[in-house]
């Protein structure tokens, strides 16, 4: 019985490896620390990915769950830093949401973001390129780190842009240009003509 499931085991690995192989894609991948994974980084993964420590693939559509996650292409989907205090995820473009971990997390998206960067609960960094969406981040500490921006930068702490188009809400709100409101303790629109005012500042 126990050798029946083994070799059950190494027939769907050759399956989903001669698949890979041929298509340059794979359903399921699954990485302990890369490069020790199933299926080698340059691998496209429509489907699942589990990271037991840290993985990384071109592209992943659909959900990527782990510790570290990377993905150097585009992700469509989900990325959820699934370790117990906070996860750290990486990718190039993201189209869906990060979610670096229920205590706190890391979410770095170095191209652009159509969606949404959670960072954790508790508290967490986003950083994207432009950001077409929401970055949230933290209850307690939170940094959310961004170029051009369409729609939210939310945060207890510090929330940074150039272009800002529309809420920016925390403790410090800076920005270069505004369309849109910024509120918290301290808001610097750098191109106005009176660039710093306490608890709302606006530029439309």
Known sequence: ?????NVLLVILMLFFALSAHAADSTPVQLSLVNPVQLFPEDTTV?????NLLYGVNKEVNGVDIGPINRTTGTTRGVQLGAFPYGGINVTGNLRGVQFGGFFGGVNIATGDVTGVQLAGILGGINAAGNL????????FIGINLAKDVKGLQLTTMYN?????EGLQLGLVNVCKRMK???IGLVNVIKENSVPFIPIVNASF
């Open 1 to 5: 019985m126990k050798l029946r499931g």
């Open 46 to 50: 429509n489907g699942l990915r589990i």
């Open 132 to 139: 077409h969406g929401a970055q949230i981040s933290g209850a």
């Open 160 to 164: 940074q842009a150039d272009a800002m």
């Open 180 to 182: 849109g409101v910024q």
